[in-house]
């Protein structure tokens, strides 16, 4: 018999015994459903990069010891979690002879008036610790908490620790407008859309007018678009938007300066010389090829300089210095990294460099925001600017009557050398990265480079920078997808210099990271997806179905055995799309763009001709599907090249025929692209986030023209047609 689990022998070693303390995988089953266990040194390298030395068996089990004791003597977890309309029970430890209590205080600071019963625990455990006899108790915790983040209070005798309460609703709620109907929306990459207005790159202002015109024109009720976290504040930036700098923070590189209010009041010179640098960008926006963001960034940042130094009136000053103050100590911390990254260079590997030997708080950092007062701000004032327009456009798109609105995307990470990491040092870990392990996709696996945030510093902290960036995100969308979704129950952790194969899962506290989620999406009357593709555990896919948070549904991998399945029989509580960012548009991947791509950069492990007649093989038999479940006419496929709008129309078809609530529709289908706007597993070998929004004869559409577009007009039919 094939082994399944660990040994009893191996389960008994201390090593073993601490990393499943630590919440580290030992073992794992692969995407193959193969057996793996994790090697040794892994292991001690993954727990060495939390702190804990298990460098020999004395040290793992002196780790063990006291890790588990540090446990045992806490009154309670720093953290815990409530269910609102449940009577739920927290364990607390407690001396033996002594009474405890409890109280909370709700998160608006007054006291919750109820009374918190304390009872004897429904498993008790009794252990000495130090010559005192310490069991469990159970604080019970009503339930009519409100919904929030409160503090528990426990007493005990003469000591108290405090507990961060996160109290969530046990779902995310849907809209009113999305129950009992399945909504459709477009699927976007913002930066590639332009407009006569843009500076070479699409920007927030684009987006509102995509929003509203999506509406209008053609009835959707969401657009999906990139993540649009920070990137860095000065050239070169990265193409990557799941690569950012910061996700707590918003991408000013999308600011528009016209709609700055700032930018009506400017006097005649200011205003021509910002007028000027627009024209000189303006070139960019014909470019087919390639999307500059370069270019665009080192005129658009003179112009918002500009803008900057011009000042505000009282009001508008007024709201800049709340911003300052409810972002507070983050976004000082993150404007002090674009200050330096400004005046000092980007943050590089050295030890000795600004990025590992000077934190936040230091008197260098102070000494530098002293000496450039101005710079400092105008990173916070863009931060302002960038938040506000984004916030607008989605604010357009609600009363334009979109159900949901902006759907934002949430990268998995954030880069190693970013302002998140600077600023919270204790949150991510260092000496690992993020990836994933061998799968059909990928033998050799994949390594993200970023750093994972560190679970025992998210449980300490009651998880403050991850609920600041759900709140961020939720306060300017009305949906928010999730890339990568089941990293809030585990990642896989490679220790630096190991290959990605050489890794292991470590496990997060999905519970607390769903309660915050389904908080912040009430308070935003938003929905929550979650990128779910691939193999995902069972237990994954039952807390993502009670908490109602949809996952993803991709026409192209709706097959098994190399049979395309009927769309009647795919997820209801899904996003449905024909394909994703990581694959070539439809009528490029009919077209075996991907195998193209793929044989041009030499990223085939398989003989190239085996590879192409799998592709071969794929693609006759979705042909196959469309035709028997009478979404194609045969005749069409006699010559394909020539009716390719309506072979990608009927994979638009089979989309409207699933059962999903959610379906996306890929603007750059609907214009007729062929090119992949990122292909895994290269860097610039392929010019990734980089290609410009065009038609099937390669010329540039712009977002005037855009919903006069014929093909777009057709495909818009189909998805607001009756379903079959």
Request: with cysteine; glycine share 6%; hydrophobic share 40%.
């Amino acid at each position: 018999m094939t082994q399944r689990v660990e040994t009893p022998q191996r389960l008994a070693r201390p090593l073993i015994r601490l990393a499943r303390a630590m919440g580290i995988a030992t073992s794992y089953i692969g995407q193959t459903d193969d057996y793996h266990e994790i090697n040794d040194d892994v292991i001690v390298a993954v727990l060495g990069a939390l702190g804990v030395d298990a460098s020999d068996d004395e040290s793992a089990s002196r780790s063990l010891h006291d890790v588990l004791d540090t446990r045992r003597r806490r009154l309670v977890a720093p953290t815990v979690l409530h269910t609102v309309g449940v009577r739920d029970r927290v364990r607390i430890d407690t001396a033996i002879l002594e009474a405890p209590s409890a109280s909370v205080t709700l998160e608006d600071g007054s006291a919750y008036e109820g009374a918190l019963l304390v009872e004897p625990a429904e498993h008790p455990e009794v252990r000495a610790i130090d010559g005192t006899f310490i069991a469990n108790a159970d604080v019970v915790l009503p339930a009519d908490l409100p919904m929030g983040y409160h503090t528990l209070h426990v007493q005990v005798g003469e000591r108290s620790q405090d507990a961060v309460l996160v109290s969530a609703p046990d779902t995310v709620e849907e809209p009113e407008g999305m129950k009992d109907r399945q909504l459709w929306g477009w699927m976007a990459q913002l930066y590639s859309i332009r407009s006569a207005s843009s500076w070479g790159v699409g920007d927030f202002e684009d987006l509102k007018t995509l929003l509203i015109g999506a509406k209008h024109r053609t009835g959707a009720d969401f657009v999906l678009i990139n993540p649009v976290h920070a990137s860095e504040p000065v050239s070169p930036l990265t193409p990557s938007p799941y690569l950012p700098v910061s996700r707590r923070f918003v991408n000013f590189t999308y600011i528009r300066p016209e709609s700055i209010d700032e930018y009506g009041t400017l006097d005649d010179a200011s205003r021509a010389q910002v007028d000027e640098l627009h024209d000189q960008a303006e070139p960019l926006n014909g470019d087919a090829q390639l999307i500059d963001r370069d270019a665009m960034w080192r005129v658009k940042m003179r112009a918002l300089w500009l803008i900057f130094k011009a000042g505000r009136d009282d009001a508008r000053q007024a709201v800049f210095e709340r911003f300052k103050q409810d972002a507070g100590a983050d976004l000082d911390a993150f404007a002090s990294w674009c200050l330096c990254y400004d005046k000092w260079g980007a943050p590089t590997d050295d030890a000795n460099g600004w990025q590992n030997a000077l934190g936040a708080d230091s008197e260098a950092i102070a000494s530098l925001r002293a000496q450039f007062p101005d710079t400092f701000d105008f990173y916070r004032w863009l931060e302002w600017v960038a938040t506000d327009q984004l916030r607008s456009a989605q604010q357009a798109a609600r009363r334009a009557g979109m159900v949901l609105g902006v759907m934002s995307d949430m990268a998995v990470g954030v880069h190693p050398r970013g302002a998140d990491v600077w600023g919270h040092p204790d949150g991510y870990v260092h000496g690992v990265t993020v990836g994933a392990p061998p799968d059909y996709f990928n033998q050799q696996g994949q390594d993200w480079s970023q750093p994972p945030m560190n679970p025992v510093e998210l449980a300490n902290s009651g998880y403050r920078i991850y609920r600041d960036m759900v709140h961020g995100m939720f306060s300017q969308a009305g949906a928010v997808r999730i890339d990568h979704i089941l990293g809030l129950f585990r990642l896989w952790w490679i220790p630096q210099g190991k290959a990605p194969t050489e890794g292991t899962y470590v496990h997060y506290d999905a519970g607390l990271m769903l309660g915050i989620l389904c908080i912040e999406a009430r308070r935003a009357h938003g929905i929550v997806v979650g990128e779910d593709l691939g193999v995902v555990p069972k237990s994954v896919e039952e807390a993502l179905e009670q908490h109602r948070i949809l996952g993803c549904a991709v026409e192209w991998f709706e097959q098994r055995d190399g049979v395309f399945l009927d769309p009647h029989t795919w997820r209801t509580n899904a996003l449905a799309s024909v394909n994703t960012h990581d694959l070539p548009p439809a009528a490029g991947y009919l077209a075996y763009e991907q195998v193209k791509i793929r044989e041009q950069l030499q990223l085939l492990t398989m003989p190239a001709e085996e590879f192409r007649a799998s592709a071969v093989r794929e693609h006759n038999a979705m042909l196959q599907m469309l035709i028997e479940r009478g979404f194609l006419e045969p005749s069409m496929v006699e010559d394909e090249s020539a009716h390719i709008q309506q072979i990608v129309e009927a994979l638009y078809r089979v989309l409207k025929a699933a059962p999903s609530r959610l379906l996306a529709a890929s603007i750059v289908d609907a214009v007729g692209e062929t090119r992949a706007q990122n292909q895994p597993g290269t860097n610039n070998e392929y010019p990734n986030w980089r290609i410009p929004l065009a038609d099937a004869d390669g010329k540039v559409v712009p977002l005037e023209q855009l919903y006069d577009n014929a093909r777009l007009k057709s495909l818009a039919a189909i998805m607001n047609a009756p379903k079959r």
